[in-house]
């Protein structure tokens, strides 16, 4: 029997019990027969709206407090990273966790504002895999989500990440043969950004796409 259980745990105070278990029923060879334990669907609920509520509320955050963040919060962002969907399950991730004051300063060469991080998460990639770019994105997004969730502010770096990608792969002691896709920081923001996003309406097409759409 194969076993399924995930817990999304949210500073809102949400259980510290999975959030939901999936079982695939032995008997059902060619498929997915899933059923939810009745006495957490509630939980299911509460899972599903914190989610979607942390996706609307994720924005770049480059403002930080410099305080620390616990190691504890610190794993839940890397393990949303590590249970991102990857082509043909290959999975070819690893996350460096940088703390220390002394390595930031030489990392924020790439954006003097992540000198306030109370964190910054490194995302080494296996360039063995041909989707190894498409996987790295979806792992670095669902650590944006996390950090959200938790209360922090977050960056996607890439754009200046690559350019230095020799020079932070020696200072962190990443293989030759690895990719350095992005660096990712973390912290308690000052601010919450409130950038405007597109509508809906101005992005959404039903069965084909429409050009009278309505755009900005």
């Not at 278990?21 to 498929?31: F, I, K």
């Not at 504002?113 to 063995?128: K, Q, S, T």
């Not at 996390?146 to 020799?166: D, I």
Request: glycine share 6%; with cysteine.
């Amino acid at each position: 029997m194969f076993v399924f259980a995930f817990a999304f745990i949210l500073k809102s105070g949400i259980s510290q019990q999975p959030v939901f278990v999936v079982r695939q029923h032995p008997q059902d060879a060619s498929g997915y027969n899933y059923c939810i334990q009745p006495d957490q669907a509630k939980f299911m609920e509460e899972f599903r709206m914190e989610a979607l509520e942390a996706i609307k509320k994720r924005r770049s955050v480059r403002e930080y407090t410099g305080e620390p963040i616990p190691r504890a919060d610190l794993e839940q962002i890397v393990d949303a990273g590590r249970l991102a969907a990857s082509g043909s399950n290959l999975q070819p991730w690893e996350f460096i966790v940088v703390t220390k004051r002394t390595m930031i300063e030489k990392l924020k060469v790439a954006a003097v504002w992540m000198e306030n991080a109370g964190a910054i998460i490194a995302l080494v990639m296996d360039p063995a895999s041909r989707w190894w770019v498409e996987d790295g994105a979806a792992a670095v997004e669902n650590m944006l989500i996390a950090s959200t969730a938790l209360g922090y502010g977050s960056c996607w770096l890439e754009g200046y990440t690559l350019p230095r990608e020799e020079e932070f792969k020696e200072l962190l002691g990443i293989p030759k043969e690895k990719r350095l896709l992005t660096l990712v920081p973390i912290g308690v923001p000052v601010g919450w950004p409130s950038r405007d996003k597109k509508s809906l309406e101005e992005v959404l097409h039903w069965e084909k796409y429409d050009p009278t759409t309505k755009k900005r």
